[in-house]
DNA sequence: ACCTGAACACCGTTCAAGT
DNA sequence: ACCTGAACACCGTTCAAGT
């Protein structure tokens, strides 16, 4: 029954920040729920305001429009991707292992998070709006370079700009999440497991 | 079985049919023209009422709700991919060729019909609400699968489910596709063509 | 400086009423 | 049988007004 009297106003700061001062990040964070519950069709500012405790025009002191909300909602997700990705570097250093493992842990994160891949790729964003959402992308992608470089000097993979050889891998990784998310592969009688056709895929195209 | 005893003149029927009796046809031509002019992100159902001349509540006499007309809009979507990869196989009798042939079709497709290629795969659609969508889906998947299966006939492609093989090569055509149709691509740096790009990958994937 | 309240123009959807 | 008109509950966005 501590009664806050005496608490430093570091904490009393905090709090009343919350209402006038971080209602960016509160209705960030609010977006943030909202895409993982509803996905990005039940993504509303209005309703993101609700959850934030704030009337339906507040949100635009902070963001130029809804599709700003949701590009720094998509943001977050590439900082996660990246973080999911960096994490399966860092368990794999086997190099002969480590584009393959990381394949997988980038369509293993899509379809685990498939509302926030969708808001990341889908039609409602407007990445050349956000240069957050840019710079962000770019980030997750660099993992994916990172390891093609480290890969050619290792000799496993055949040297030459490692883009030539992302461009590919990429396409096919987010091929395999989208058709995974959307049930389009079973719904086409394709009934291998995700991980499965990832890994084989994978392999067919590195080496 | 009891049949009409009088046959009206096709063209007058044709003709009275368009606002009364054929509107269901209406409202998908006024879907198609709107979603190639303003892509998902302006499809309205009360837009598609008014370029059909009609009420708002019209089209509820014909579809159950704003995504079955989109489902409608996507499956015509399907058909004309499908013509499209069905012309590829014809202009290539070449059996060494035209899976590669094929793969740059579709490709091909996508990027100059981009607002229909998202309504067909974007999160707006549920496809299982609607088999219509599926069964063009299923049978443009189906040109894929029946090169891959003379392929395999040829000894071009190695022996076996023709799903196993039609599997990394769809997702690796969808990956391409809609990160070219994002500009995701070009925003992480990869400035190759599309059209040399999924000719290297595809050879890379399948040889 | 930051937020509210009220307003505007638009949606998707329903339903009694018209023809 | 098929369509309209009006209504309802919801949006995104703007802006004068409050604190």
């Not at 394949?103 to 379809?111: F, L, T």
């Not at 990341?120 to 840019?134: A, I």
């Not at 995700?194 to 994978?202: F, G, K, N, V, W």
Request: charged residues 25%; aromatic residues 6%.
């Amino acid at each position: 029954m501590a009664r806050p009297r005496t608490i430093p106003d570091d904490e009393k700061a905090q709090r009343a920040k919350y209402h006038h001062g971080d209602l960016k990040r509160a209705l960030t964070d609010a977006a943030l729920q909202l895409v993982q519950e509803k996905g990005p069709r039940g993504f509303t500012l209005r309703e993101v305001a609700r959850r934030a405790g704030v009337s339906a025009a507040a949100p635009y002191r902070h963001f130029a429009d809804k599709s700003q909300l949701l590009a720094a909602a998509a943001a977050q997700g590439f900082v996660q991707l990246h973080e999911a990705l960096d994490a399966t570097v860092a368990a794999n250093p086997d190099l002969s292992e480590q584009a393959v493992a990381m394949g997988k842990a980038y369509v293993q994160w899509a379809v685990s998070h498939p509302d926030y891949y969708q808001v990341m790729f889908g039609s409602e964003l407007d990445k050349t709006e956000s240069p957050e959402v840019l710079t962000a992308g770019a980030r997750a992608f660099d993992d994916l370079l990172d390891t093609i470089k480290r890969c050619q000097q290792a000799g496993l993979l055949p040297a030459g700009d490692p883009h030539a050889t992302a461009g590919p891998i990429w396409s096919l990784l987010h091929g395999i999440s989208m058709l995974t998310i959307g049930s389009d592969l079973t719904h086409v009688g394709i009934r291998e497991e995700t991980e499965a056709l990832t890994e084989r895929s994978l392999r067919q195209l590195l080496f």
